[in-house]
């Protein structure tokens, strides 16, 4: 019988935030793939749990995949783990993700910890709509363009950073956030787990050598937000134009119209069903 491939979450500092499930199926399966196999070893010996480990990180995810796929046809069950966090999310494991799928193979998530929900969560920012962009881009075209859609994002924007680059990316942020609110949250779940609120100009002040890891909130764009009583001015197919310039699909702009008319989606839908 073909294996399973388990996407295990690992704690992202605290050693306590594992789940009960995450540990049986360490546990249970045949095989660990593991991004550094000497972090995970740390947390396997925390865990008192001895199991054959392989490599599988960014610079041999091709060949590594394939191998990972001839383990699970051979029957073995296996887990896999990033150094820290839930795998895929900004670390390796797409790649064997997809072809386990084209291999009919049974692909089970098991969930835990993740840097980005946990920094949101306690952020203070709108978390109802958000976009994660994961590490900005290094190239000069791509980064801009980046930073430009967070300079126009009507929902909040979530990013990883490095601590060495982090001032350089506050910088570029200060021109083009103005006095938008960016929460900066450090070391999450660990002794020195700190966050901290304001504007670019603020933040610059306050960190001057960052050190540890970090995860960027970044608050919406609302200079071109409309309040909720200037749509009632508004016909149905200004208010359709107005999500569609800020980027939204039809349905996402039915599902807003709707709520703001406080309305159901079909009849919105029915007025726009030849709207592309
Ligand atoms: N897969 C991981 C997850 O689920 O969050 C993310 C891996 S990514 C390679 C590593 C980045 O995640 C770090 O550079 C930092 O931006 C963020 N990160 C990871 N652990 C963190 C922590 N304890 N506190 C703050 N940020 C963290």
Do not use: W
């Amino acid at each position: 019988m073909t294996g399973k491939l388990y996407l295990v979450a690992t704690p992202i500092g605290n050693l306590e935030d594992i789940t009960l499930r995450a540990i049986k199926t360490l546990e249970n399966v045949d095989l660990i793939a593991a991004e550094d196999t000497r972090h995970t070893l740390k947390l396997l010996n925390h865990l008192n749990i001895s199991k054959p480990l392989f490599s599988y990180h960014r610079h041999n995810e091709e060949t590594k995949s394939q191998y990972i796929i001839d383990k699970l046809l051979e029957g073995k069950n296996i887990a896999l783990v990033s150094d820290a966090g839930t795998p895929v999310i900004s670390d390796p494991g797409e790649e064997v993700v997809k072809l386990a799928l084209e291999n009919n193979i049974t692909v089970i998530p098991i969930p835990g910890p993740c840097a980005f929900i946990t920094a949101l969560i306690a952020s203070g920012i709108d978390a109802k709509e958000f976009y994660f962009l994961g590490f900005l881009p290094l190239n000069k075209k791509n980064r801009l363009e980046k930073l430009e859609e967070i300079k126009n994002a009507t929902r909040t924007t979530i990013i990883y950073e490095a601590p060495h680059k982090l001032i350089s990316t506050l910088k570029d942020f200060s021109n083009i956030l103005e006095n938008r609110k960016i929460v900066v949250a450090k070391e999450l779940t660990k002794i020195h787990e700190n966050f901290i609120c304001g504007t670019t100009e603020e933040l610059l002040k306050n960190i001057t050598s960052p050190k540890g890891e970090y995860v960027l909130i970044i608050e919406k764009n609302k200079s071109n937000l409309i309040e909720n009583n200037e749509f009632e001015n508004m016909s149905l197919d200004e208010h359709y134009e107005y999500y569609k310039s800020l980027g939204f699909a039809k349905n996402e702009i039915i599902k807003k119209i709707a709520k703001d008319k406080k309305t159901s989606k079909n009849e919105i839908y029915m007025k726009f069903l030849d709207k592309k």
